[in-house]
């Protein structure tokens, strides 16, 4: 029998197959290290405890400064390549291929090298190719027929919608497009683009886009099709969501671009093989803007109600976000088992995802004619408008999921993880009829509290740039994403807001330019930093780790709102330079665009081997509409795009 006072006795005398003797010989086990442990000289004992705290406490600091990491990138999808940067082949020569037949390009890439300690600049005072302006006639048109939808979704109710988890509602519900197959409030209006022959340099600008866009969609389609992403240069690809990711993105630009055959072999991917049914779990902000902003506008604009049903069951299948104390949404959403939860190591939710969600869940709700996405979302904008913790109109970054209170208080910025508040405050208004005064008035608010805290101007050329305040410290920091403000400001000045804000979109749109053309690729960074001191020669500064690109669209988007309200072609010719550089310095010759390291060595830009969706989406869709005269095509007065450039009807 086991005696624990002779143990060492009676672990020699008993069976191997004891269970007794595995307790046993595990204590001796214990004993014997003890003793061999006290047996050692106390300098090694010393030394052995000094370096396991020395690893426990390295172990700690590691963890934390991932998680630290985690939380200061610039976004989801900057954390994304971070994460999959381990598995990103780095190689030798560039993606680098001269770029296209291009005319008056030869003043962009003549320049001397840079002295030394100037690597970071040239041609500041640079402006977009004079020539091209004397040689602009009539260009293509592109002449959308909008008309009224036959209203297909009456038709529709043939896929079984199979939701689990907290999505009851409709598990419960025996008609399988149950909203769906109520008629919208309003019928949706169908656009059918039309390719006309012109000529004239806008007609030769969008062909060049079309051919861009045909370049990339033939790198995605022959090494990723049906993945989230292409990787061009080791021609392969990234998953995310596992979601076809970059088709979705792309449908709408597919229609927009008038390339029917590859929309019918993308719609063909969305109705044949495109699931929901999926145990994965997806950032509710992320496939909101991509995936049921995507789905709506693309059911806008073709009238085709198979885009609606999937948006349909995205929708449900998001709804458990929405599950938390305060009802301000989780992070992250399990599409195939209905769980939602924050990421692993906070209960915090970033500011601009759960306000940037609003103008697609409630485009669901007018279309299916069911309100609870509208009420979710419409819920966190009330509480966001009467939260405290605000300064002058200005959000901090981060909400917290149990408590609703901002989180993280006294840093305020208009780049990653804020920029979208601002920017759906105006379109929410915009998309509602103007009628959510609370909306509005927190917008004008913000921007007050833009102009009083974050605007100031560099030096020694004065460019009017926005930086951002912490615990009452100003940074002369801007990220690229900020770029979008300068469109924003003049969408609401077209709507009516005051003129200054018109005055200070062009002033930022010069800005957001300068930090393109003051890059030896003439491609912008992530991020800069501004020049605030009067002796120093540089306006803007780059550090060694923002010196990527990934093909972002934020100032080819206002490029675009402020050639449609201002018509100055300036704008247009801007955009054309920064197209020419895209194809110079990240067209990979096998198909594909791939993001770069270092926007300022233009031998050796170093491709990251990703082509984000957003580039399709987006980027290749705004310069579309920019070299586009026909301003008809996604009217602004009609249409409001998404934060993902998917255009969303203004509800009439
Ligand atoms: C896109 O997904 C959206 O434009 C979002 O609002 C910001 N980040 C990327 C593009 O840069």
Redesign the pocket.
Known sequence: MYSPQRRDFVSVTLSPNDGQVYNNSKTLRKQSFWRKWKQLPRLQRSLILFFSVFMLICGIIAYLNLAEQWMTFT?P?IARQWEHSYSIQKLANPAVIPAPKQEDDSHQHGLPEPPPQDLGRRFPNKRGPPLLENRRQKENVIEPKVELGDDKLHEAGKSIISLRGAMMESEHNTDPLPGILQKPTNPVAKVEIEQKQGTGVNSERKKAVIEAFQHAWKGYREFAWGHDELKPISKSFAEWFGLGLTIIDALDTLWILGLKEEFEEAKKWVANELSFEKNVDVNLF?ST??ILGGLLSTYHLTGDSIFLEKAKDLGNRLMPAFNTLSHVPFSDVNIGRGVAHPPRWTSDSTVAEVT?IQLEFRELSRLTGDDKFKNAVDSVMKHVHELGGKHEGLVPMFINTNSGQFSHLGVFTLGARA??YYEYLLKQWIQGGKKETNLVEDYISAIEGVKKNLIRKSEPKKLTFVGELSHGHFSPKMDH?VC?LPGTLSLGAHHGLSPEHMELAKALMETCYQMYVQMETGLSPEIVHFNLYPQQSKDVEVKPADRHN?L???TVESLFYLYRFTKDRKYQDWGWEILKNFNKYTLVPSGGYTSINNVQNPNNPDPRDKMES?FLG?TLKYFFLLFSEDFDLINLDKYVFN???HPLPVWT
């Open positions: 976004e999808s992320e803007i991509r940037s920029d979208s994403l979008f990934l972002r669209p934020e957003f987006e934060t993902e450039a």
